[in-house]
């Protein structure tokens, strides 16, 4: 079965902190994969997709950063932490034949 | 990439169908309309997708129309635990960019 992992599911860093969030998928190869994120009361911004392995389109520019490093993991970074960042981070993915769509549980990043 | 215009917000009573229109006049002929909702708190859900054709699943129906600029989310019998953001979506497998417009708010009253 199709299943997709986020750790942690929720986070608490003071600003200036770094920040690594990882997805990875289990049941495909070579998804699309993606990194929304969703502030309080707000809708779904796209902030980086990748289309395979070392592929990264950035949607936002910010201080964030990602990286695919293999098929089924996708990670999200940043240097320093800003208040702004506060937010539901989501990862999700696509299955390139059948466009099959799956969201992953999502982290709940504070930033204090 | 297609851009999608939904009404903010909609009421519909329990029992009743709910239907969410979408517009997507811009799409281009290799673009699928996916459809999702979001239950506060949790990450969206997949509901249906679909090309050209109506599609029915065990959830909803999705009617497109024949130009294709426009569709429709059936949710036949509403209940009360279909109150959720929905989110009318165009993906295009070439670019596989995939943006979430604001949505429609769904309140299904009692």
């Known amino acids: 079965s199709q299943t997709i992992h986020q750790w942690p599911a929720t986070l608490v860093q003071p600003v200036g902190s770094p920040l690594s969030l990882e997805c990875t998928v289990e049941?495909?190869?070579?998804?699309?994969l993606y990194w929304y994120r969703q502030a309080a009361g707000r809708g779904l911004q796209l902030l980086f997709y990748?289309?395979?392995?070392?592929?990264i389109s950035s949607e936002v520019p910010q201080n964030l950063s990602a990286s695919r490093p293999q098929d089924r993991q996708f990670i999200l970074s940043s240097k320093k932490l800003l208040l702004s960042d506060s937010g539901f981070y989501l990862c999700?993915?696509?299955?390139?034949?059948?466009?099959?769509?799956?969201f992953g549980p999502g982290t709940r990043l504070t930033v204090t | 990439d297609a851009k999608t215009t939904q009404p903010t917000s909609m009421d519909c009573a329990e029992g009743r169908a709910a239907n969410l229109p979408c517009n997507h006049s811009?799409?281009?002929?290799?673009?699928?309309v996916y459809w999702y909702r979001q239950i506060h708190s949790q990450g969206p859900q997949y509901i249906i997708h679909?090309?050209?054709n109506n599609e029915t699943n065990e959830m909803a129906s999705l009617i497109i129309t024949e130009d294709r600029k426009s569709s429709t989310l059936i949710l036949p019998h509403a209940t009360l635990r279909d109150t959720a953001v929905y989110y009318c979506?165009?993906?295009?497998?070439?670019?596989?960019?995939?943006?979430f417009g604001q949505g429609t708010t769904l309140q299904v009253k009692p």
């Open positions: 999700a993915w696509i299955r390139k034949s059948s466009y099959e769509q799956y």
């Open positions: 049941g495909t190869s070579n998804p699309n």
């Open positions: 990748s289309v395979g392995i070392g592929q």
């Open positions: 811009t799409i281009s002929g290799n673009e699928y």
């Open positions: 679909g090309l050209k």
């Open positions: 979506i165009v993906y295009s497998g070439n670019t596989g960019k995939l943006i």
